[in-house]
Structures are given as C-alpha cells and as structure tokens.
C-alpha cells in the first residue's frame, strides 16, 4: 500500500481533548455550555445517533439534553419545542435529528431554529454567511474534513479538488469550505459526464455519494489525498460499513486516504461538540 492512511479516530480524540479543556476553563468561570439534541420517532440508527452525541457532550463537561418526541409529533408541537429551546438560557446549541418522520416539514423546522444556536449549520442564514465567506456555524461533516486535512498538513490553497457529491449537508458545504481555503473546487453529481476523468484531475479527492466502494483505484490521481465521506452498509454483513471508495485499490494509488470506518466519521461528532462550544462562546461574547 502506497498512501498513509489518516487516522480520523486519533485526530478526533485530540480535537475532544482540547474541547475539554475548554470547557474546564469556562466552568470555572460558572460557563457551562447546553446541548439538546431533539428527536422524532424511534428510527433505531437515528436513536443510536442521538444518544452518542448527547453522551459525548457530557463526557466534555457539557451540559446536554435529550428530547424524544413520538412519531405522532405535529409540526405546531415540534416547532412550539424548538421555540422553547431558543429561548432557554442554558441551552447554546439546537440539533433536531434527521430524517424527520414522513410530513413533518424538516426545512422549516431548520429555519425555526436560531441561527446562533444552529449547531448543525443548516439555516440558510448560516449556509448564506458560509458561501459569502464568512465565518459562521458549519455543518459538522465538512468541518471535520477541514480539520482532517489541517491535522495531515494539506493546504488546499491552489489545489484542485474535486467534490463527488452535492447534497445540502455535505457536497455543498464541503465545496464552500474548500473554496475558502482557495481551492480550484470542482462538484460532481449523479449528471455528471466524465466522473473518471474529472477525479483523476483531483489533488485532492471527496467523495460523498452514498454508493458503496464506487469510487476505485482508477478514479484517483497518483498521490492524491483521498476523504471519504461514505457510510454504506455491506450486503451481507450485518452493521458492517464501507466508504464510497474502493480503499484497496485506491490506496495503492493515493498519496493519502481515510478509511472507513475510523476516517471521516469520528470527526462529525467532535465538530458537532466543537460547534456548540463555539455557538456558547458567540453568545457570553467571548
Ligand atoms: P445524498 O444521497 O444526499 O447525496 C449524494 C450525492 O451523490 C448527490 O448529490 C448525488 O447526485 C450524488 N451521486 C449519486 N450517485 C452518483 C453517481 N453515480 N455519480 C456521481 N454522483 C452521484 O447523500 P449525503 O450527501 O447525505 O451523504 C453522502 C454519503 O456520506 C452517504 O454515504 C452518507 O451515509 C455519508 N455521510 C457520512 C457522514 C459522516 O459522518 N461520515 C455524515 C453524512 C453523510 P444528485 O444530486 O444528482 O442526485
């Protein structure tokens, strides 16, 4: 195997620490950081979701609760809690788990939620301030790709990199930060001609797609940093995951390359944790 492979359990540990540390300092100061975390029916992936994040911001020093509403939820009672969540003091950060059960509308309810409090960086003031460049609340995968490349040394500035995917809360917001850090970005897409061609032009190679090991050896210019952003299940094999690239063969080509699992995966959570400190902060002024 040619490429080193990025350890993102190891880089979201250290990213956990320092976070700790953090909120150490500020509780001494009576600041202490409130996470909720809201969901909807009883989705058992969705579930095992939340019950980590709000685990993990504990385990911070944060305050954090869970909010488990029934599948028969109406939009009017899920909204009058969102409302009660912007209003409350102790809580900084808002995550409502999605997918949301069929007729709720999941749009509205990101809009309900308080820019300042939209740890998940998807209201569209927060996507807007994004795009134009500024800095703001970001949704967590992407953030945590940033801070993958950040820890490995990649300065994406005058690089290509190429974003297989364009969905709201990874390909778009992926494309964005990259573009920040002044990257050539180019987004690919179901419609895309020539997805081979344009990912061997990638200096640095994003795959998120949602298709099991698609993206092979092939598909990858020698030495590229390779992130993928997949979680697929394997048929077959109960609770098993691969990413959207084929690791052994792209792995003889890349420079670099996350795995999965142990990759991108790790770092969501911990941006999640990061963001809601950083949402916290925002809001004592400091
Ligand atoms: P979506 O299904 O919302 O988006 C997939 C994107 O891939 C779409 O833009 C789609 O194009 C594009 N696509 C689909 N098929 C092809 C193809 N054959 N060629 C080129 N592009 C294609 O998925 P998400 O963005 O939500 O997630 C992507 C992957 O990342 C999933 O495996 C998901 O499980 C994983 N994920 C992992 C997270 C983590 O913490 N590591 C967090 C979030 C997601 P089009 O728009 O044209 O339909």
Redesign the pocket.
Known sequence: MAAQVIDGKLIAQQVKDELRAETARLAAQGKVAGLAVVLVGDDPASAVYVTSKEKTARELGMHSVQHRLPVSTTQAELAALVDQLNADEHIHGILVQSPLPAGLDQDAIFRRILPAKDVDGFHPENVGRLWQGHDTLVA??PA?VMVLLAHMGVDPAGKHAVV????????KPMAALLLKANATVTI?????PN?QEICRQADILIA????LE?LTGDYIKPGAVVID????PVPGFKSKIR??VHFDSAAQVAGMITPVPG???P??IAMLMANTLKAAKAIWGE
């Open positions: 967590c995968t945590g297989v995917g364009r969905s709201n809360i990874v390909g690919c897409h179901s419609k895309t997805l998120a797609v949602g298709k698609m952003v997949g979680i697929n990413g959207d990759g991108v995966g770092m969501t």
